[in-house]
């Protein structure tokens, strides 16, 4: 089973400022096969980023990702209101095929 | 736009058995698409349960593998689980969600979710 970790475990930031979230991964995941999702409180995640770097429809350009091998991280440039939730990455594999990170929770400061 | 729509009993007792039903509307469950379980503890993390596609090919999680079935209506576009012998750690809100596959892998749609309690 691969393990993701995510650091920090809350990242505390202001509006307009820049967040930079880690996901590691215990073993090489396929940049085809790595996600981020956004959860905002009592509400499903929401997807933002599939295969590493793409955007899912509808998803402002302020979100990016980027990495490789077992070292993934989304960007949050210039943070809005509502970008304060928790976020989560996810990679396909083998065995269990799905698994998540813990989360980062991003809270205003 | 497709919607997914999760329904079951938010009150299950322990040593009973869980059954969840997510209905997919505006659109169809023979889409090119597997369909996925996904559990939420009390602010706790996603932990992935069980996908299955609507020709009845299933995947599941090993360490739930042993209490879970996931199925597919196609007649009435739904897919649904069941996990049996529940304790309270199996307690969580439960999400139905579409996986998008091919040359990337991932959770593109969800449903709202639904509370399922394990207690006596």
């Known amino acids: 089973e691969i393990v993701l970790t995510q650091s920090p475990g809350t990242l505390s930031l202001s509006p307009g400022e820049r967040a930079t979230l880690s996901c590691r991964a215990s073993?090489?995941?396929?940049?085809?096969?790595l996600a981020w999702y956004q959860q905002r409180p009592g509400q499903a995640p929401r997807l933002l980023i599939y295969g590493t770097s793409s955007r899912a429809t509808g998803i402002p350009d302020r979100f990016s990702g980027s990495g490789s091998g077992t070292d993934f991280t989304l960007t949050i440039t210039r943070l809005e209101p509502e970008d304060f939730a928790v976020y989560y990455c996810?990679?396909?594999?083998?065995?269990?095929?799905?698994?998540f990170g813990q989360g980062t929770k991003l809270e205003i400061k | 736009q497709v919607q997914l729509q999760e329904s079951g009993p938010g009150l299950v007792k322990p040593s009973g058995t869980l059954s969840l039903t997510c209905a997919v509307s505006?659109?169809?469950?023979?889409?090119?698409?597997?369909w996925s379980w996904v559990r939420q503890p009390p602010g706790k993390g996603l932990e992935w349960i069980a996908e299955?596609?609507?020709?009845?090919?299933?995947h599941y999680n090993p360490s739930l593998r042993s209490r879970v079935t996931i199925s597919v209506d196609k007649s009435k576009n739904e897919f649904s689980l069941k996990l049996n012998s529940v304790t309270a750690a199996d307690t969580a809100v439960y999400y139905c969600?579409?996986?998008?596959?091919?040359?990337?892998?991932?959770?593109?749609?969800w449903g709202r979710g639904t509370l399922v309690t394990v207690s006596s």
């Open positions: 505006g659109g169809s469950i023979r889409s090119r698409n597997w």
């Open positions: 299955i596609y609507h020709s009845g090919s299933t």
């Open positions: 996810q990679q396909y594999g083998s065995s269990p095929p799905y698994t």
């Open positions: 969600a579409r996986v998008d596959y091919g040359v990337y892998w991932y959770f593109d749609l």
């Open positions: 073993q090489t995941v396929g940049s085809n096969y």
